[in-house]
């Protein structure tokens, strides 16, 4: 599957999402660019956007997406913190649906 790290995760992390066909906000140069421009870039990118912003699905339309959403419920973007809820977000991924909002971690 085609999954998408929002900026707020470190790079590094990618790799950890093994079976997955993982790129990164970054790595595309789509750094800085507000959600609403960011989700509407992600639709050729990928099918599960994965992101530590809590927020997002308060402040966008995610019913109209043609990818799911991974909300990752962490104490921090550190390394540290985000390792524990690898399993817990490749659960996600998997069963998240396109439009729709699933949540990974604490």
Not at 9 to 31: E, I, N, Q, Y
Not at 35 to 54: M, P, Q, W
């Amino acid at each position: 599957m085609r999954l998408l790290l929002d900026e707020n995760f470190p790079v590094d992390f990618a790799k950890l999402l093994v079976g997955h066909d993982v790129l990164t906000v970054h790595s595309l140069g789509w750094s800085g660019a507000r959600n609403g421009e960011l989700l509407r870039r992600a639709h050729t990118a990928c099918e599960v956007f994965v992101t530590l912003d809590r927020n997002l699905e308060f402040q966008q339309h995610i019913k109209v997406l043609p990818f799911g959403v991974v909300v990752v419920r962490s104490v921090s973007n550190r390394m540290a913190h985000l390792v524990p809820h690898i399993g817990s977000i490749l659960e996600a991924v998997s069963r998240v649906a396109p439009g729709t909002v699933e949540k990974a971690g604490a």
